[in-house]
């Protein structure tokens, strides 16, 4: 399949000692021809989160094939 296209999108989330609110950070792997990783987005809430998220698929969505 030449125009098969696959990337995962991994998303690390924690809270820090006395904080209330949680941190995320989405990675892109596979995206673009990369192996290695590419910070998407850093967030602090669910809204942020799901924006990121929805921006990643935008942008995975719009990209071109690669040629064979």
């Known amino acids: 399949m030449a125009d098969d296209r696959s990337a995962a999108l991994l998303m690390r989330v924690w809270i820090e000692h006395g904080a209330e ?4 950070r989405l990675i892109a792997v596979g995206a673009d021809g990369q192996e290695s990783g590419r910070t998407v987005a850093l967030a602090s809430s669910p809204d942020d989160v799901l924006g990121a998220v929805g921006h990643w698929l935008d942008e995975l969505l719009r990209q071109e094939p690669a040629p064979e």
């Open 21 to 24: 609110q949680f941190r995320a």
